[in-house]
């Protein structure tokens, strides 16, 4: 996509300057003189240009969109275009885009994450994907589901539910001893070691919320399909991410990552519209999971009526629930995708990088932080935690608050503080948060 379709598309050059009129001077006027009547084009390789698109407080400096991101621009207007139609006739307008909207948002969706739209289901959140996921799967009694002590609430509930109710087992490992020091080989060695023979699926968390820790998702791709070399169909053991916080802060291809399920909100890095997510399957993986929300597909809907259907539904037809959502929300997350696809998922990654190692940098230099998040930028993305001596995280949290800086603190038994910059922040915010943090010594 093209700087100029993609400002037409998402209809920024019609509200653009009442919104942010400062923005009128990143435009490249020199190369898109107004005399040839040509519309200047807006700098998107910008980092101050990026910034603009989030009508977010910058009297205080925002370390937290991880939590639940603000709209950018482009994804405001669209849910305003969708709000407006479904208020001026909502059932007219169903009726004519529903079953056209949704494809859409999965062709946005999957040229990102370059897979098959077919095989994403949409959802509203990492939550309800992975409970889908693991409420969904064929899992029969004694079967194990092997997990981590590094995984979120979520995780562990769906998989404790999914268990309760198939008679299947879980058991959780820890992958590494320290986040200080964790390595590939660490992971990998603690999770090929706990395979057993009952394991018939292994699911991980790409970036640990609670340390900070990223994963190596591809070379434990490899193990899994080690392990699956020596197994049959029947019991092959599948591969499960939990990817909300690598996805849109890393450059990488979904369908190349190994995994043969990917569950992740898309209102966190990916700055997607609230309430809207993406679970991912495999299409040779489809037949291990059936639905639990009937689907609003025509498939789906045909079946029910007694019409001839395709012989093997799609994933997207089956695992999408059904039922009214925030459509104006939901319809809207392609152009969250088409904005993450024009900024360049490379430069969005490189960019986020260099603030974390730049924070992370800072941090290691005092003498009363200790950084929990590995440095090396392979092990780490964009969270970043620590603690400071003789303070608890509520009153480091609190105390950040004050100073104007929006930290968080990781809801686990052991809670670290975090701060997680993205593309809306700059280097003089994260050079401001070092210095407060200085300032808490002693």
Not at 67 to 90: F, G
Not at 198 to 217: A, F, N, Q
Not at 265 to 285: D, E, M, N, Q
């Amino acid at each position: 996509m093209n700087r100029r379709k993609f400002i037409n598309s998402s209809g920024l050059t019609m509200g653009l300057a009442g919104f942010f009129p400062s923005v009128l001077t990143t435009w490249d006027t020199a190369a898109q003189p107004a005399a040839q009547g040509i519309a200047p084009v807006l700098d998107t390789s910008s980092w101050d240009w990026v910034r603009t698109q989030f009508e977010l407080d910058h009297s205080r400096i925002q370390m937290s969109q991880m939590l639940l991101a603000s709209h950018p621009l482009p994804v405001k207007e669209a849910i305003a275009k969708h709000r407006t139609a479904y208020n001026e006739s909502p059932a007219t307008y169903w009726e004519e885009h529903f079953m056209t909207a949704e494809k859409e948002v999965t062709a946005a969706a999957g040229k990102y994450m370059n897979v098959d739209p077919e095989e994403i289901a949409l959802t509203d959140s990492t939550t309800m994907g992975t409970s889908l996921l693991f409420n969904g799967m064929k899992l029969k009694p004694g079967d194990e589901v092997l997990q981590t002590t590094h995984d979120h609430y979520v995780t562990d509930m769906s998989v404790k539910y999914a268990c309760e109710k198939s008679g299947a087992v879980y058991r959780r490992i820890d992958e590494y001893a320290d986040p200080r020091t964790v390595s590939v080989d660490e992971v990998t060695s603690n999770i090929r070691k706990a395979i057993s023979d009952k394991t018939r699926v292994v699911v991980v968390t790409w970036v640990h919320s609670c340390t900070g820790v990223k994963l190596p998702i591809r070379a434990i791709s490899e193990v899994i399909a080690e392990v699956n070399q020596g197994r049959g169909d029947e019991d092959r053991l599948y591969f499960v991410v939990d990817g909300v916080h690598g996805f849109g802060n890393q450059d990488e291809d979904i369908s190349a990552l190994g995994c043969d399920f990917f569950s992740a909100g898309t209102h966190k890095w990916i700055f997607g519209p609230r309430g809207t997510g993406v679970l991912y399957g495999k299409k040779s993986a489809w037949d291990f999971v059936r639905p639990t929300i009937p689907a609003f597909s025509r498939y789906a809907y045909d079946t029910w009526l007694g019409i001839d259907t395709p012989a093997q539904p799609t994933f997207n037809e089956l695992m999408s629930p059904g039922g009214f959502h925030a459509f104006d929300h939901r319809w809207a997350l392609n152009a969250a995708f088409d904005f993450q696809s024009e900024l360049g998922r490379d430069k969005v990654h490189e960019r986020t990088t260099e603030l974390s190692t730049r924070l992370k940098s800072g941090l290691q230099s005092m003498g009363h932080v200790d950084l929990i998040t590995p440095a090396d930028e392979g092990l780490s993305a964009g969270i970043n935690c620590f603690m400071v001596k003789g303070m608890q995280t509520p009153e480091l949290v609190q105390k950040l608050h004050e100073k104007g800086i929006i930290a968080s603190a990781s809801p686990y038994a052991v809670s670290y503080t975090r701060l997680t910059p993205c593309v809306i922040n700059t280097e003089e915010e994260v050079d401001k948060c070092l210095a407060v943090v200085e300032e808490m010594a002693g």
